[in-house]
């Protein structure tokens, strides 16, 4: 799986790449009544990756948030009823417990 995960990782570096060489073009941006100075348009493309990179963070960590919590409160749950069951002893012996008895009585 890391294999493939630096596979794609080098193919998209390798297009970035390529993609800076044939766009050395300088933009302006303007937003409303504001605009920049002239810089590369890579640059642009950079910041406006990396804004969304952070947006879509932000707005995923309250779901994050809530599915930790909910995994606290299974895992809770989870040691209770662990604590609820009855444990019966193996025999030192056959290294077996009444509940393998049980089974084999049954089927």
Not at 56 to 64: D, F, G, Q, R, S
Not at 65 to 85: A, F, V
Request: proline residues 4%.
């Amino acid at each position: 799986m890391m294999i493939l995960q630096t596979i794609i990782l080098l193919v998209a570096s390798l297009l970035a790449v390529m993609f800076t060489l044939q766009n050395p073009n300088h933009v302006q941006m303007r937003f409303m009544a504001w605009q920049t100075a002239q810089f590369p348009l890579i640059a642009l493309i950079i910041i406006s990756v990396l804004l969304g990179v952070i947006v879509a963070a932000v707005l995923n960590l309250k779901n994050t948030w809530t599915l930790n919590r909910k995994i606290r409160e299974l895992q809770t749950e989870l040691g209770e009823t662990r604590k609820s069951i009855p444990v019966k002893e193996a025999d030192p012996d056959t290294n077996r417990t009444s509940y393998d008895d049980e089974d084999e009585a049954e089927a």
